[in-house]
């Protein structure tokens, strides 16, 4: 019978017994693998049930009430005894809706582009070079954070002066100036989390500050320019109080000046207000569905370096 060579340990099967030996007398428990917690799903189910109530309800009730009659409307009621397009041709009836809602996109987009121009420049010296110490920054986002109807009066007269009264490419200056605040401010942070070592390398290489701006910053950047554009064009979209203000001829407005126009001296028009609310809302939520891909893209960029 052959035994083991010296210096070799015994490799005999571990058994039970063995293993409370070895762990001195404490059993060893198996780790469950791919077991998950019930109640916590279900609490994480309920949450994502909520919010979606919480979404889904006023947009709900929003259909509902743009195809409920005037007369219903003016008792209360909440769900609709009977149905009508009677809001919805009188809404398009009385307003063009396609030329307001081309008027928004246009005075939108051009303010968003406007807006991001600017602001990365101005982001990428404050990120890069430290430009206006700790004050820029928060001289810059404090402008965003005062009342605009402080300025409505010395930009209308500066858009008079300047023949863009009842345009919507004034609307646009306008929305591309204030904005530049708050489009810094989510731009500043996109710069810094890229490495500076990708721009010493292009400067090694001869590149200049605009050249490295535009060949090695910029294509980095895209995703972050996306997001943080989407968000300031639905900004842009949804203003009211310089829209208001500026534009005054009918065949300028933009949507949210043509929906609150449905408030007259003897009433609301509710169920007509409804229905243009929901037209207003079809290119925001056709941009949001195209382009979430790219917003989650963007907001989530830089997480890992």
Do not use: H
Not at 69 to 93: C, Y
Not at 99 to 109: P, R
């Amino acid at each position: 019978m052959m035994s083991a060579p010296l210096g070799t340990p015994n490799m005999a099967p571990t058994t039970p017994v063995t293993a409370v030996i070895t762990t001195g007398g404490k059993v060893p428990r198996r780790r469950s693998v791919g077991r998950r917690n019930p109640a916590g799903a279900v609490g994480r189910g309920t949450l994502w049930a909520l919010v979606l109530i919480g979404t889904l309800l006023p947009i709900a009730y929003l259909v509902s009430l743009s195809f409920t009659p005037q007369s219903q409307i003016a008792t209360g009621g909440i769900v609709p005894s009977e149905l009508t397009f009677d809001n919805w041709t009188a809404m398009w009836d009385r307003m063009p809706i396609l030329l307001y809602g081309f008027n928004s996109l246009v005075a939108a987009v051009l303010g968003c582009v406007l807006s991001l121009a600017i602001a990365t420049f101005v982001a990428f010296a404050i990120a890069r070079f430290r430009t206006g110490g700790g004050f820029l920054p928060m001289y810059v986002l404090a402008s965003f954070v005062a009342p605009r109807v402080v300025a409505i009066i010395p930009l209308f007269f500066l858009l008079r002066a300047i023949g863009l009264v009842n345009s919507p490419l004034g609307l646009a200056l306008i929305y591309g100036l204030v904005n530049v605040a708050v489009a810094t401010a989510l731009l500043e942070p996109f710069i810094e989390r890229i490495p500076v070592e990708l721009e010493e390398a292009a400067q090694i290489d001869g590149a200049g500050p605009l050249r490295t701006m535009f060949s090695v910053v910029l294509p980095l950047l895209t995703p972050g320019l996306i997001a943080i554009g989407i968000i300031i064009l639905v900004l842009n979209y949804n203003e009211l109080l310089f829209a208001l203000t500026v534009l005054q001829k009918n065949d300028s407005q933009t949507l949210p000046v043509a929906i609150s126009l449905f408030q007259g001296d003897r009433g609301v028009q509710f169920g007509q207000m409804a229905a243009a609310s929901m037209a207003a809302i079809v290119p925001v939520y056709l941009a949001a569905v195209f382009m979430q891909r790219y917003l989650v893209g963007g907001l989530t960029s830089g997480a890992i370096k």
